[in-house]
């Protein structure tokens, strides 16, 4: 017997650049009856492609259409995993890249000026199972009626490379007396770097083919039973607590759980605001109703 899911907090927050807001948010989250979802859009660097006739950057485009995808994947690919949808939604978004670069006269461009966006799903399915896909540093929380909760994914894409680029930020502004983002030359680079870790150590949604096939390996996507499951959450990294371990989710974890996303971001952003910069933020959270149990509603 199908459950399904009951949105309890969808939230986007804008990221801080000096201080003041970033003039994008590349993230977005959603949560409907069957699916629980993030996006973290990425590439933000200032000669970056813009799309849309310029209205939006690469990684705000393919965070948009990776998740309006979704709702086609669904159509194509009825009872298809999590996986399966992100796989369709890649394809999908691959024609779209490929219709405007053509629009730009771009032919070939560089790996790190393709649109790209990390991706967190869960599928709740007919046969009272749920599957989960995550794509990139986006992270997902499974929780139970106890209020015990797992992270799916134990193998975090965005280390050791996320580390360096902000250690590396670091060393720059006590040595240059300032602070700088990281459109800064030398974190550029090391952008640059990472990005030919994408479909290769880990997947990401970029409209590469070879993202088919990596997004369906166990460390990125699985499927279980609903069996005493409560909730989920996903969140990109950006809701990650400053100097996070990314694989220690006490703090989100349990504040969600006992207290809801609101809550949590509250605390979060009380945290950020001494902070010049901080990410966009996007987190999705959904509990489980059973048609069959008249006190889960």
Known sequence: MRHFLVDTGAHVIRGSNAGRPKATCEDRADATDELVMVFDGASSLDDAPRFLGGRMSAGEYAAKVTEASLQISLLASPEGTAADLLAE??????????????????????KHHRPVTAAALVRIHDDGTYSWAIAGDCQIVVYDHDGNYTQLRKQYAGEPHEAERHAKRKEIEQAEGRSVDMNHPVLKKLYEDRVRYHNAVYPILNGEAIFDDIIQRPQWSGRDSMENVAGFIAYTDGANWPHFDPLEVDSLATTVIEEGVEAYLGELLDELDSKPFHDDIAIAAASTVHPCDPDSY
Do not use: H, S, V, Y
């Open 89 to 110: 939604a890649n394809r999908l978004l691959a024609t779209q890249i490929t219709d405007e670069f053509m629009k730009q006269g771009l032919i070939d461009p560089p």
